[in-house]
Nanobody, 122 residues
Framework: QVQLVESGGGLVQPGGSLNLSCAAS????????MGWYRQAPGKQRGLVAV???????TYADSVKGRFTISGDNAKNTVYLQMNNLKPEDTAVYYC????????????????WGQGTQVSVSA
């Protein structure tokens, strides 16, 4: 089993910044993709940013130029630096990882964190 533990959410004023982190632990052979999704009230969960094991990064158009994702492979940790936050960024942010475990390297599994609330309001 793999656990994802998120931290760093909170309340911030428009234009402010927050940094989220997510650490994966467990019997991990390799993480193929790791990143962040978000879900606002009444909306579907959607991509924010992900980083693949080869370093390829994908951002949602709505966060390009404001958010930066980075990872520490040795720590199985991913970070999301969020700058110039807007009220529309308010959501629960979920960490996601596509993991190859030692018990079954050929079949990666999808794991989710418990979510962390980000609220942007004056």
């Amino acid at each position: 089993q793999v656990q994802l533990v998120e931290s760093g959410g909170g309340l911030v004023q428009p234009g402010g910044s927050l940094n989220l982190s997510c650490a994966a632990s467990g019997s991990i052979s390799r993480i193929d993709v790791m990143g962040w999704y978000r879900q606002a009230p009444g909306k579907q969960r959607g991509l924010v940013a992900v980083v693949q094991s080869d370093g390829t990064i994908t951002y949602a158009d709505s966060v390009k130029g404001r958010f930066t994702i980075s990872g520490d492979n040795a720590k199985n940790t991913v970070y999301l630096q969020m700058n110039n936050l807007k009220p529309e960024d308010t959501a629960v942010y979920y960490c996601n990882a596509y993991v190859r475990e030692y018990s079954n390297i050929l079949m990666p599994r999808d794991y989710w964190g418990q979510g962390t609330q980000v609220s942007v309001s004056a």
